[in-house]
């Protein structure tokens, strides 16, 4: 087997977790692996009490730290679009086939859609085969990226809910999680239309 | 159009990367100069089984990811190998120029006046007369030979009749030191430095120094292509790089390769072969010495240093001898940097992966590092006058003789310090090692009988 990302060639080794338990295949070697590093536990609701937000996300969860090797990773996936690329974060998403909740991804605007030919969130979540729904969808065709924390902070809500979610607990999927406007505009929408919880993951903590 | 034309002569690029937009592409399209191909191409082939092979057309590789696109709605196939170029996928569109041709520019300067050696006219002459001819031609030269300069005549000669020129080679370090070298030459000459993170050129140019790794950019663009270090690293053993010489080069266009190893394919590959087994300056090629050096690797894990390799490390810092050794791995080479610091902490170690790799050469050359450690990166391209050379662990599989002689050849290569230490560190005598000291002696016994 080629590493993916160094295209150096490594040997899965065999084990009986393997075998019974069907365990994907590894897709990259075990030095590149090594670089990436667990996100620390960081308070991330601190900043958003008192404003309109809080309270509207119940849990967040974040699996990988944004390290320099993740930095260097996710740009090769989100910006050269290399959708192989999700494959090696199948594994740690895989558990999220178990959740009861209804897993909803952080949509793209239909026209960034286009222009990047995929949406980064739905394809890590098809690459460790979880089913999702989609249930909101992006008003404007507008980025976060080149907003201050400020701006990014006070901006107005980006979202609307498309389908009926009364009494819903719902699980939020979002590749990276930065100041947290996203996944807490979102949440708010959906609880507005009668959520009932309203959980977030994310792959990386900025 | 003039601007349209330049830029894209001979090179096939990315329609959504061209500095033009698309209305001006369209229209030029419409007028057949510009001819839009499809990123990903089927490629049938007819066997017992008839088989349908889709292709990148940038780099050619077969292997190919896939996915839905959301562009074309459907499944996209994209090719991950020279991903880093920008994406080609089956609904991208790559375009070539097929409108008029760039006018001739055939007024060159040509400011050299250095002299060849007898062994390097001779060479030189023979690679012209393999160019009128249209033949593939070898230049064999050991290192030190002075191969840049042999090839400045007949660069010349082909620019001066309008030929659009190649001068390719597998490593950056290399392109870095020729570009400026022939820019020199040929002061009023439109020269191209092309490596990855090079500055983008919207221009034209007769002459193109790049890595073979940005020929992938271009098709059909060229009338001589010469690879420089034909069998270095990546070159040999990455299929892409071989299909970007002969995609870059027009249909009839010959390839002409310059080195110190040729490999035995390259040999036979070569219609005419020119050697030159004499250093510009005279003098002999340095012969290894070697000494045994038992279970270096188990020293350096438990954190000692062999003496030998201390006692040749200190005699270099004494005498203020600028030194590199040689690692065959970069495992053991950050075990042994720490020890190697005990005796000067301004030892450092370099590897292919190193941000700041150019910069710490830099620094040995201007004397501010007593010496690296260093894998093989470092094996070809470099001159620091008065160096020393070791290698530790010359048994290693990675040092193969084309390797050792590569490595040798980076000693004695200034007229001021023609000799230098190069003693290969062993644990055995493997065959490589045996071929390349015998590989050396032949040279250094031709030179003496011309």
Partial sequence: ?206 | MEEVQAFLTGRIWLREHTPFPSSVIDHYIDKGFITPHRGIHSNVINGIFKTNKKQCRRCGCTQLASYHCAKCNGTCFYCRHCIRMGRVSSCTQLITWTGPKVELFTKHTFNWQGTLTPAQAKASQELLESIHQNQSHLVHAVCGAGKTELLFPAVFDLLARGKRVCVATPRTDVVLELAPRFQQVFPETTIHALYGGSPGHTNYAQLIIATTHQLLRFEEAFDVVFVDEADAFPYTVDDALQFAVQKAKKKDAVVHYITATPSNELMKKADKISLISERFHGFPLPVPRFDGLWDYDKHIKKGRLSSKLQSWTQECLDNGRPFLIFFPTIDLMERALPLFQQLDSNILAVHAEDPDRKEKVMELREKKVPGLLTTTILERGITIPNVQVAVVGADEAIFTSSALIQIGGRVGRSVNYPKGDLVFFHHGITFAMDKAKATIETHNAKREKP
């Fill in chain 1, 1 to 206: 087997m080629n590493c993916l990302t160094c295209s150096s060639l490594f040997l899965e080794t065999s084990s009986w977790q393997r075998l019974f338990f069907m365990r994907q295949a590894e897709v990259i070697c075990s030095k590149c692996k090594s670089k990436f590093e667990k996100a620390k536990d960081i308070e991330h609701e601190t900043q958003w009490i008192g404003t309109l937000y809080e309270g509207a996300l119940d849990s967040l969860t974040s699996i990988y730290d944004y390290n320099e090797w993740m930095k260097q990773i996710y740009r090769q996936y989100k910006f050269q679009h290399d959708i192989e690329l999700a494959k090696i974060f199948a594994q740690d998403l895989r558990h999220l086939q178990k959740v009861q909740d209804l897993i909803v991804p952080i949509p793209l605007h239909p026209e960034m859609l286009i222009e990047r030919t995929f949406s980064q969130v739905d394809q890590l979540l098809l690459a460790a085969n979880v089913q999702f729904k989609h249930v909101l969808s992006k008003m404007r065709n507008s980025s976060q990226v080149k907003k201050s924390k400020n701006e990014r902070m006070t901006s107005e809500i980006n979202f609307e809910v498309c389908t009926n979610v009364q009494n819903q607990s719902i699980l939020l999927v979002d590749d990276l999680y930065t100041t947290g406007t996203t996944l807490r505009h979102a949440a708010f929408v959906l609880k507005q239309a009668g959520a009932q919880k309203v959980n977030g993951i994310t792959l990386i903590r900025a």
